[in-house]
């Protein structure tokens, strides 16, 4: 599982450990995840320097100097780690690529994920990413910006619009339920009964536990293969999960309940079902 914090974490410290390198060989085990023919994908990528990492939404961006980015979609979950100079690589990835100086980084995808090479004039075109709404935790994102988009969705369940990568990206099904949790708001309330204070704790939510899960280190292990909760997700977590055990803020017991296609815990006392 990776949402904005995850990827958050993983960016910073790939921007921090890529920055400058020169790209020298592409390794590719699995065409299909690549969005070209892998000998153009290799000859685009082999000799350019990596200028900056950065994630949005579900996706991490590397932008190179050149103008081209390189976009990593981890999908179900992946690991994307970091190889320095005479450090062993797994033994079985997806993606690599090996820098000059002999350091490197793979990826591995638990399950099916995306590796797409484009130059700056088909950023636009790119359909994954192009139709994106605004990164959660960009400045774009404001309270009032949140407003408008629940009056946009208002007849969606607020966990429909908040989780639809199309009209705000990064939030997943993890985070969501703290999120509620934290604004007080039922998952399946609709968007546009909201009142001018529910939204007000939506979004203050919303960027307290985005923010507050990537000082913790995100559920899964870092681009060092260090850090994250992944057997601690109760340290993570504030009632996502939790099916059974207490409310923290009222005692009442925790539930699952099914939102759509997803389940979705939340305290049936800290958030009723109507406004
Ligand atoms: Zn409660």
Known sequence: MAELPELRILSRQ???ELAGRR????????????????????????????????SYGKWLRLALED???????????????????????????????????GAGFSVRFWWFGHVHLLAQEERASHKPTAGLGPDALSPE????????????????AIKNVMLDQRRIAGIG?????DVFFEAR??????????????????????VRVLERAIELGGVERDFYGKGGNEDSWGDLMIIGY??????????????????????GFICPSCQPAAG
């Open 14 to 16: 790939m921007d921090h």
């Open 67 to 101: 103008g081209q980015v390189l976009l990593i979609n981890p999908g179900m979950g992946a690991d994307i780690r970091y190889h320095g100079p005479g450090q062993d690589w797994p033994e079985k990835y997806q993606f690599g690529v090996t820098l000059d100086g």
């Open 242 to 263: 939790k099916e059974g055990k207490p409310c923290p803020a009222c005692g009442s017991s925790i539930e699952k309940i099914r939102t759509g296609s997803t389940s």
């Open 141 to 156: 994102v404001t309270r009032e910006w949140l407003a408008g988009l629940l009056r946009k969705g208002s007849r969606s």
């Open 23 to 54: 790209v020298e060989q592409v390794l590719v085990n699995q065409e299909k995840c690549l969005n070209l023919p892998v000998e153009e994908f290799a000859g685009r990528l082999s000799g350019r320097t990596l200028a900056a990492a950065t």
């Open 185 to 206: 708001v039922h998952p399946l309330r609709v968007a546009g009964s909201l009142n001018e204070e529910e939204i007000s704790r939506l979004y203050t939510a919303m």
């Open 173 to 177: 099904n993890a985070y969501a339920h």
